[in-house]
Structure formats: C-alpha cells, structure tokens
C-alpha cells in the first residue's frame, strides 16, 4: 500500500510538503505526486522535518535553478523505497552515489533501465553470479526483479549532477540513508551485501548477530580482481535466508 504525501517541484527538483505548497504561485508547474511506501512513510516522516533534509531541499532547488541536470528524475530518488517496502526487505545492497551518465541512474544501485548498456560494475556483478550459482549473463541490466523480491538497491546519496561523480555527497543524503539502514538494522535475519570500503563503513552499525553480513572488495573493473569474484555472496544470502525459513532470492 502507497501513500501520498509529497509532491515535486519540478522547478526545484525536490520535494516539498503539501502544507509548504499553498503559498506558491499558481503558475509555478507541479507534476506528479511522489509516492512512499506506507511501511518507510511510518518510520522515515519525521527525516522529512528534519535540518539537515531542509539544507538539503534548498542545495538541490539552487542547483537546479543554476541549470545543472540532476540525476535520477525526482520521481525515481526514493525508488529503492519504494519498490522494496521496509517490511519486505530481506536483503540489502550499498552503493555510493547514482550513476551520472545520461539514461544510467533511476534510483537502484548498480542497476540502470531496460535498453542502457551494462556498466563495467555490474558486468562483474553478473559475471560472479555466473560463477557462483551458474546464472546466464542476463541481457538486460535493470535489477527491479531483484528490488521486488526484497533485494534493498540503496545507493548512500540519492542524486548526483550530470557528469560529476560524487557531486553531492555530504549534502545530506548520508543521514538519510543512515537512518533508512538503521531501520532495517530493527529487523531481524536480513543478509548484507557490502561491496568495498564505502559500504564497510556506511554498514558499521549494522548487528551481525542477528543479521548475515557480508564483505568484499567492490565489483569496479580496478579492484574487482581477484576479491570480488569467488566470494559466493549470492549462494551465501540464499543459504542464509533458507536457513531462517525466509523464501531465497531468484537473481
């Protein structure tokens, strides 16, 4: 179930209450309502009040109003929320920040749409599931089937300009994302993925005596070699996830 509770501005690319939008201009131009699952509505709003998310919301309005092209679409920033429900999930994967070539990022880590041809990344990705548990190199590098089986596709920072890798890391994305992995932390028997030291560390806090966690190198084409193939991380999540009676993952 989805509730609504923002809409975008798309002449700021960000979203804003709907009590902050009656003093707008009627001809200021609104698109579609943005959706956020019921079950991280209920534990993530009171984010949406905080400082550091209105520090946030002005970075990403002064920036698009200096022209710059963000992405993904403001649509597809809470994506990962939104098509991995809180009480779905039973695995998490941490990336660092959206690709930021045209056409590549809308708001699952690693994945791109239908149609985009596959980063070198996730290549490696594929080429140790084949390794690993015999699957086919897929044709296609969108990993929604994945998201929608409980596979979280958490990116640390949800946007990024055009061209600019990192461009918006430390604006407060971090603190969001934190508190969306402290919320899985609550959970129990939830499989990590940490893929490089990025990921270590955004996942230091997570309780590995309750929940499998897993390290390694990242899949990227200069460190991928030899760490990250031969590591067995999605026969291991299956694995654990059977062995707690939870329904495996069909990457």
């Given at each position: ?36 699952d ?25 920036e ?5 092209e ?9 994506r990962?929320?939104n ?6 999930v039973?695995?998490v994967?941490?990336g ?32 140790e ?32 300009e ?26 129990e028997?939830?499989v ?22 897993l390290?390694?190198?990242?899949p990227?084409?200069?460190?991928a ?13 299956n ?13």
């Amino acid at each position: 179930m989805w509730i609504k509770i923002y809409k975008i501005l798309l002449s700021s690319c960000f979203l804003l209450p709907l009590k902050d939008l009656s003093g707008l201009a009627m001809n200021m131009e609104l698109e579609n309502t943005v959706k956020l699952d019921k079950s991280w509505l209920q534990e993530l709003e009171p984010e949406f009040k905080k400082q550091y998310m209105k520090d946030l919301k002005f970075f990403l309005q002064s920036e698009k109003k200096k022209g710059k092209e963000i992405y993904p679409k403001g649509k597809d920033m809470f994506r990962a929320l939104n098509l991995t429900p809180l009480d779905q999930v039973k695995a998490v994967i941490i990336g660092q920040d959206p690709y930021h070539g045209p056409s590549q990022a809308h708001g699952l880590c690693f994945s791109v749409p239908e149609g985009v041809s596959i980063p070198p990344s996730l290549q490696n990705i594929f080429k140790e599931l084949e390794n690993d548990i015999g699957l086919a190199k897929p044709s296609s590098g969108c990993l929604e089937s994945w998201a929608k089986q409980g596979v979280l596709l958490l990116n640390s920072v949800l946007s990024v300009e055009k061209g600019l890798a990192n461009s918006h890391s430390s604006k407060g994305w971090e603190l969001f994302t934190d508190s969306v992995i402290s919320k899985v932390n609550e959970k129990e028997a939830v499989v990590f993925l940490l893929w490089g030291n990025y990921a270590a560390q955004k996942g230091k806090s997570i309780d590995s005596n309750k929940h499998l966690v897993l390290k390694s190198v990242h899949p990227s084409p200069l460190s991928a070699h030899p760490n990250f193939f031969g590591n067995k991380h999605f026969s291991k999540c299956n694995e654990f996830l059977e062995s707690k009676g939870i329904s495996p993952i069909d990457w």
